[in-house]
């Protein structure tokens, strides 16, 4: 694909128009661009993790078309569907939910592990994010061992265009695995695995589960709620830090579900705000005072592309029916295309 050239100098691009504006990234797509404050747009993301700011301007000052489009089919007719060409090509999708909207969200309760489920808000969060991501391969999902991030999960894949049937793995005792067995590989092709794991599980938020997040700001003070919601290492009072968090979520991401990524399988996880900051902590390269601002909207689905040992992010795909779906890599695009003559 050729690249296209920009001149020396665009003007300014504002990071909110970055998320907003598909034209404008698939423009940019394909190349790489300096901007001021040491930011490079390239491979289709601003490095840096400067995506904490939604609205701080970038002036672009020099470009180059080096960068041609570095992402080869997922799962493309032609080139990738061997397991063959899937391992040379070494890449996949990996999708990011937090949860949609829980009971305690919408009561604005402090949550942590206690397994609520969504509100009427978050069933339709989660659904409206199912049709986002409808047209991206899903091969293997994860879930933390909590309810809402489970409904999210399977009320997400109701809308997916694949028609594949998402089945919980019961691995906790030998008769759980023993008696869940799928006895035809064909069925067994039409499924797809989900895995709860508790490493997944929102951050423990310790005596704060179940008080009232004003509430509590009111009593111990704005900064101090804001340290213990936010900072990197100060935990709430007998709870989870996010360092503390991040030490089994990580430690889980890249144990078990990357080596699913490097054998070319696509994944979905749904999970939480703070499992999330720092799992993304990780796959963008955060420091601990760049996760501070990091905030994350339930229901919204996040896409990476995991190719060469890098995650590269793509940013929220939005419905099929959209043109010009910034979050499409070509190889995905090619995938929407054969579910659209599948479906035809
Ligand atoms: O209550 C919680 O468990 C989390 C997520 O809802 O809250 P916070 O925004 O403080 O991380």
């Not at 970038?58 to 992402?71: C, E, G, K, L, R």
């Not at 070494?90 to 009561?107: T, V």
């Not at 809308?159 to 019961?170: A, D, E, F, T």
């Not at 430690?251 to 993304?280: C, T, W």
Request: aromatic share 8%.
């Amino acid at each position: 694909m050729a690249a296209a050239v920009f001149p020396q100098a665009i003007g300014t691009l504002q990071w909110h128009q970055y998320l907003t504006d598909c034209n404008l990234h698939q423009e940019l797509g394909s190349t790489s661009v300096k901007l001021t404050n040491g930011f490079i747009f390239s491979n289709g993301f601003f490095r840096r993790g400067c995506y904490c700011s939604r609205t701080r301007n970038f002036t672009v000052i020099q470009s180059s078309a080096s960068q041609t489009s570095v992402f080869d089919p997922v799962k493309a007719p032609s080139r990738s569907n061997t397991s063959e060409s899937r391992k040379k090509s070494n890449e996949a999708a990996l999708i990011l939910i937090r949860h949609g909207e829980s009971l305690w969200n919408e009561k604005n309760l402090f949550t942590g592990c206690v397994d609520v489920p969504l509100s009427k808000k978050g069933v339709e969060e989660a659904i409206e994010a199912g049709k986002r991501i409808s047209s991206i391969p899903v091969d293997t999902i994860y879930t933390s061992a909590l309810i809402r991030a489970q409904m999210t999960a399977m009320l997400a894949m109701t809308q997916h265009r694949r028609r594949k049937v998402p089945v919980v793995l019961h691995n906790e005792s030998e008769q759980a695995k023993a008696w869940s067995q799928i006895f035809s590989e064909d069925t067994k092709k039409q499924s797809i695995p989900v895995i709860a794991a508790w490493q997944l599980n929102e951050r423990m938020y310790g005596e704060l589960q179940g008080l009232n997040k004003q509430e509590t700001a009111d009593r111990y003070g704005k900064e101090q709620v804001h340290e213990w919601r936010r900072s990197y290492d100060i935990p709430p009072p007998n709870g989870e830090s996010l360092e503390m968090c991040a030490e089994r979520a990580v430690a889980y991401f890249r144990d078990q579900i990357e080596p699913q990524l490097l054998s070319g399988k696509n994944v979905m996880i749904a999970a939480h705000g703070n499992s999330l900051r720092s799992i993304i902590m990780y796959l963008d390269k955060l420091t601990s005072q760049e996760v501070i601002s990091l905030e994350l909207s339930t229901g919204i689905p996040m896409l990476y592309i995991f190719k060469e040992g890098k995650f590269i992010r793509r940013g929220s795909p939005i419905g099929p029916s959209e043109a010009g779906v910034y979050a499409y890599t070509r190889s995905l695009a090619q995938y929407r295309q054969k579910l659209d003559e599948m479906l035809q």
